[in-house]
C-alpha cells in the first residue's frame, strides 16, 4: 500500500494512492482507519510530509563511499563507526514532496542534499532482536538531509547545518510493500544523474539499527529512521531541482530557492 | 496559571491547578479550552509530562560553574561556547512527576542527574528579537537532564547517554506566571541539598536562545526548550528519591530504579 498525507479542509488527512487516484480515509494508518470512498486525482492534492514523527531519528555516517567523502573534506584519515549510534533531526525542517527548499541569505555555497531512505516505525517496540525488529515497520518513505557545511563544521550541534526550516523534505509517501536488497537510490540535479548506490549497502542495516537502538529507547508508532547517505553530494543553488529517487518507493522533488 | 496534563479515561487531559484541586478543561492551553467545571483534588490524578513537544530542544553548557566541572571531568581546559547552538533530546525519554528514573543494567555508576529550567512554548514564532522573545513563551516547568557519564563520552551522539527511556523526568506543571530573576534552583538527594543556583544566571539567557534559534526554525506551540544545568552533579543509585525545586515553580521528585 501506498499511503499520502494531504492537506483537507485546512487539516491534515490520510489518504491511499491507486495509480493517480487519491482516496482519502478516516484516523490514521498508525491507529485505526477506514476508507471513506472519497477519490480524486493525485494532482488535485497538496501533499503534506507523509508522517509528523512523534521523534525523529537519523543515522550519519553509514555508507562507506560517504565516510571516505568525510575524511576527504575534513582532511581526516577516514573512521567507519563501530556502533550503530543513532542521532535526531527536528521536525520544523520538514517540508512535503514539491515545497521549496529555502536557503537562508547568511548561508555559505556549500549546501548539499543527501539523498536517504526513511523508516516508518508501525508499532511500539522495545528489546527488538535484528531477527525480529523489521516486525516494527510501517513502511519506508524518501528523505533529503539537506545540510549548510560551514555551519555543520562550526556549531556544536547540527541545529543550524541540518535543521534550517525547509531542510529536511520528506516524501512523496510511505510505500509498505518494499524489497529492502532490490531498492537503488539515485540523485539527481537538474535532471542529471549525480549518483547512484545500492540503498541496502549500508554498514549498519535497518534491522541492526532497531536492535540497537530499541536495548534502551522505545520505538513509537509515525516515528522515522533516517537511514544516511553515500558518496560525495554536490552544491544546490538558487533555481536548481533535486531529486531523490529510490526504485520501488517514488521519487522526492523539491525545488530550491536562495533568500533575497 | 498552573496546567497540568494527566489521564483521564485512557486519555491525555490539560487541567488547572487551584491549590490542591485540579480542574478538568476541554481542548489543550496551546489551541483553544474550556473549563468542564469537573475538579478533583491533586492527589487522585495521575500527572503526565505537561507536554508531549514537537520538538524537544535542550541547551548544553549553559552555566559558568558546570563548564568548569566538565572542564575539570574531561580534563581539557574550560571553554566558553561562544554562540548559543541549540541541541535535541528525544520524547521517548519523558516521564512525570512522581515516575521512576530506571537505569539500565549495563551502565556505569556515573548516572547523574542535571536541574534545569523549562521553556514552554506558546506560539509560532520566527526571527523574534531578543526584545519580544519571551512573547512566544507560554511558560515555565521544570526538567531533569539524566545523563550518563560513560556513554555521553562514547557515543558520537548523546541517544543513550541521556535519551534512555525514563532519563527525562519533566515537569510536575507548566506555571505560566514566573519572575525569572526571582527563580533559584535546588537539586535534593534524598533530601539532602546538593546544589542551589540562580536560575536565570545563564550564559546566554531565555531570550536570547530564542531569538538565535528563530533566526533559523520555526517554534510552534508545545515546543520545549531545556536550559542546561549549573554546578557539579553528584551520581545517583537504586534507591535514591531526586527532587529538582524551582521556586516560584514547584518541585519535580522521582525514584530512582537500577534494573536487575
Same mark, same amino acid.
Request: aromatic share 8%.
Given at each position: 500500500?501506498?499511503?499520502?498525507?494531504?492537506?483537507?479542509?485546512?487539516?491534515?488527512?490520510?489518504?491511499?494512492?491507486?495509480?493517480?487516484?487519491?482516496?482519502? /480515509?478516516?484516523? %490514521?494508518?498508525?491507529?485505526?482507519?477506514?476508507?471513506?470512498?472519497?477519490?480524486?486525482?493525485?494532482?488535485?492534492?497538496?501533499?503534506? #510530509?507523509?508522517?509528523? #514523527?512523534?521523534?525523529?531519528?537519523?543515522?550519519?555516517?553509514?555508507?562507506?563511499?560517504?565516510?571516505?567523502?568525510?575524511?576527504?573534506?575534513?582532511?581526516?584519515?577516514?573512521?567507519?563507526?563501530?556502533?550503530?549510534?543513532?542521532?535526531?533531526?527536528?521536525? =520544523? $525542517?520538514?517540508?512535503?514532496?514539491?515545497?521549496?527548499?529555502?536557503?537562508?541569505? !547568511?548561508?555559505?555555497?556549500?549546501?548539499?542534499?543527501?539523498?536517504?531512505?526513511?523508516?516508518?516505525?508501525?508499532?511500539?517496540?522495545?528489546?527488538?532482536?535484528?531477527? =525480529?525488529?523489521?516486525?516494527?515497520?510501517?513502511?519506508?518513505?524518501?528523505?533529503? !538531509?539537506? %545540510?549548510?557545511?560551514?555551519?555543520?563544521?562550526?556549531?556544536?550541534?547540527?541545529?543550524?547545518?541540518?535543521?534550517?526550516?525547509?531542510?529536511?523534505?520528506?516524501?512523496?509517501?510511505?510505500?509498505? !510493500?518494499?524489497?529492502? !536488497?532490490?531498492?537503488?537510490?539515485?540523485?539527481?540535479? =537538474?535532471?542529471?544523474?549525480?549518483?547512484?548506490?545500492?540503498?541496502?549497502?549500508?554498514?549498519?542495516?535497518?534491522?541492526?539499527?532497531?536492535?540497537?537502538?530499541?536495548?534502551?529507547?522505545?520505538?513509537?508508532?509515525?516515528? /522515522?529512521?533516517?537511514?544516511?547517505?553515500?558518496?560525495? #553530494? $554536490?552544491?544546490?543553488?538558487?533555481?536548481?531541482?533535486?531529486?531523490?529517487?529510490? %526504485?520501488?518507493?517514488?521519487?522526492?522533488?523539491?525545488?530550491?530557492?536562495?533568500?533575497?
Amino acid at each position: 500500500m501506498r499511503w499520502i498525507r494531504f492537506e483537507e479542509n485546512e487539516t491534515a488527512s490520510f489518504g491511499l494512492v491507486e495509480g493517480e487516484t487519491v482516496e482519502s /480515509v478516516t484516523g %490514521s494508518p498508525f491507529d485505526r482507519w477506514e476508507k471513506t470512498g472519497i477519490k480524486r486525482p493525485m494532482a488535485a492534492v497538496r501533499l503534506l #510530509p507523509p508522517v509528523m #514523527p512523534r521523534t525523529f531519528y537519523a543515522c550519519g555516517l553509514n555508507y562507506g563511499g560517504h565516510l571516505k567523502e568525510v575524511a576527504i573534506a575534513t582532511g581526516t584519515p577516514m573512521k567507519a563507526p563501530t556502533t550503530p549510534d543513532i542521532g535526531y533531526r527536528a521536525t =520544523n $525542517a520538514l517540508i512535503a514532496h514539491g515545497e521549496t527548499i529555502v536557503i537562508p541569505r !547568511d548561508a555559505g555555497e556549500k549546501v548539499q542534499y543527501e539523498g536517504e531512505l526513511v523508516v516508518v516505525i508501525g508499532k511500539k517496540a522495545k528489546h527488538l532482536t535484528v531477527e =525480529n525488529a523489521l516486525s516494527c515497520v510501517f513502511g519506508y518513505t524518501i528523505g533529503n !538531509d539537506v %545540510s549548510e557545511r560551514s555551519w555543520q563544521g562550526k556549531d556544536r550541534t547540527f541545529w543550524r547545518a541540518k535543521n534550517t526550516d525547509t531542510f529536511k523534505p520528506m516524501g512523496p509517501w510511505i510505500e509498505t !510493500d518494499v524489497d529492502l !536488497d532490490a531498492l537503488v537510490t539515485t540523485v539527481r540535479l =537538474n535532471g542529471k544523474a549525480m549518483i547512484e548506490f545500492p540503498t541496502n549497502a549500508m554498514l549498519f542495516g535497518v534491522a541492526t539499527y532497531l536492535a540497537t537502538m530499541t536495548r534502551y529507547l522505545t520505538l513509537h508508532p509515525g516515528d /522515522v529512521v533516517w537511514m544516511g547517505t553515500d558518496g560525495d #553530494p $554536490a552544491n544546490i543553488k538558487h533555481g536548481d531541482i533535486v531529486e531523490v529517487e529510490i %526504485s520501488g518507493i517514488g521519487v522526492l522533488r523539491n525545488p530550491v530557492r536562495r533568500e533575497s
